[in-house]
């Protein structure tokens, strides 16, 4: 069995606090009897988009299993890409400053497919016509019969939560159209809600793990912890997606106290 550990925005920065957070998360996979497959972080690996930050990033990570990273909002795709994070050699423009950072991954037998689907200076999410076009091509290349997880940090399905779902992908209908095309996809991975949620796209399953910096209140929660939609005092989570024999996804979510 295949088991992938999702974390996600972890938006690390010079403070103290973000460290600690992501360190518990790190130290939880550390602990585990049987080591994990992958680990998928799925965007707003930095607050500010720093390049010492992806460095702390790198540091804290260490020598763990395959981690393959997607780019949110609050990332720099420059530094990003300059980054001992990603490898160059996944990248699909691997010396076009500013160009999307989508990668390909396999890992064992399974594929991932890693869109950039930021815009920069812009919360919200775009998959432009290049990248439709970049994805095809990749998952009609693919090896037949290869399970391929799509990952990307913005949901393209709505979570019916309307402070997350105005900062979602915009016009997911190119992607799902691309999903349906290829039936070895199993799964959409993501990122950017900080809450553990899931949902279907493209008749796959959508699954977003929680935030590790900070936990979405819901619109009917209300509580300590911070003002609005955020709650800061929430602890940090993770899933872990196990896919069977039979194709099958199971997720199972772990809040960290």
């Known amino acids: 069995m295949f088991v992938i550990a999702h ?12 460290r600690r957070r992501f360190g518990r998360v790190l130290d939880h996979l550390t602990a585990l009897t049987r080591p994990v497959d992958a680990i998928l972080l799925s965007g707003d690996v930095a607050d500010h988009g720093a390049a010492e930050e992806y460095a702390l990033v790198a540091k804290l990570l ?3 299993a395959p981690v393959l990273i997607c780019p949110g909002n609050h990332d720099d795709r420059d530094a990003l890409r300059e980054s001992a994070l990603l490898p160059r050699s996944a990248l699909a423009f691997p010396d076009q400053p500013g160009a999307p950072l989508h990668q390909v991954r ?7 497919v890693l869109l ?5 200076g812009e919360p919200h999410g775009e998959l432009r016509a290049d990248g439709v076009t970049w994805l095809r091509a990749r998952l009609a ?5 290869s399970p391929v997880f799509i990952a990307l940090h913005h949901p393209p399905a709505t979570l019916g939560h309307p402070g997350i779902d105005d900062m979602g992908l915009r016009d997911g209908a190119p992607l799902a159209t691309v999903i349906e095309e290829f039936p070895d996809v199993v799964a959409v991975l993501t990122g950017h809600a900080h809450t553990a ?6 008749g796959r399953p959508q699954v977003g793990a929680p935030g590790i910096n900070s936990t979405l209140r819901l619109p009917w929660e209300a509580g300590d912890g911070g003002t609005g939609r955020t709650d800061h005092s929430a602890p940090p989570g993770l899933a872990f997606h196990l896919l069977d024999g039979d194709r099958r996804l199971i997720t199972h979510f772990r809040t960290l106290a």
Not at 197 to 202: K, Q
């Open 197 to 202: 949620v899931s949902t279907t796209f493209a």
């Open 116 to 120: 950039d689907v930021t815009v920069p």
């Open 62 to 64: 260490g020598q763990s």
């Open 141 to 145: 290349s693919a090896p037949a019969g």
């Open 7 to 18: 974390v996600s925005d972890p938006h690390i920065d010079t403070t103290e606090r973000s």
């Open 106 to 112: 396999q890992v064992g037998d399974m594929l991932f």
